[in-house]
């Protein structure tokens, strides 16, 4: 085209340039902004997912108290009050049935009531009965072995008594050495602390003179 025929000429091809160059700066800013492709993350600080806890069912334990059966085949479940004064009720009769009923009690019973059978067989008869004291005895309950030695007390046990002498804890111990005092065996409570020295047997000599003797 002969743009030098036109009016103004020399300025059309400029005008022409910047119109163009225009038009590209203006497509350049309205260009959508291209991000970097992310091709790996670093975590900061990674966490194991720990694996869910897994429990068993929760198994309810149900301990048997069956002995008052043996007095009232009807008698049903008991509180701990009624099975309390039941056993105080047959340590009253003390012959050889009740006391079969207290050897049953022991096994079943727990804790304070435990204690009072222990207690309560101290005046029943039967064969099981020194076996049930010794077994009580055993126990690593302090409350259940001061019972044990005081009916082994009531029964002149010398044996266990004897055995208790040498028990470690203190009220025990004394409780065994007055029984055998009860017993009018003070020749054994000498041949086992006579040559002592420690404090549980200066403990026995200076408190079981005090000590009334039925």
Known sequence: MNW???PHSEFVVPGILFLVFGIILIGISLWPERKPAVVAVEPVESMPIAAPEITGAVTPFHRDVTWPLLIDTDAGELTEPER?????GLS???NAWTGEILVAAFDQELGPLRVAVIEALAFCE???IVPTLERAYSS???AER???VDAA???ADIDLLERALRDTDGSVALAAAYGLHRARRDDLIDDNIGTRADARANEIRAIL???HVE
């Open 84 to 88: 309390r004064a039941l056993i105080e």
């Open 4 to 6: 030098h025929g036109l």
């Open 126 to 128: 039967g064969d099981a």
């Open 209 to 211: 003179p005090l000590l």
């Open 92 to 94: 009253l009769v003390g």
């Open 146 to 148: 001061f019972a044990a």
């Open 153 to 155: 007390s009531r029964r």
């Open 140 to 142: 690593y309950s302090v």
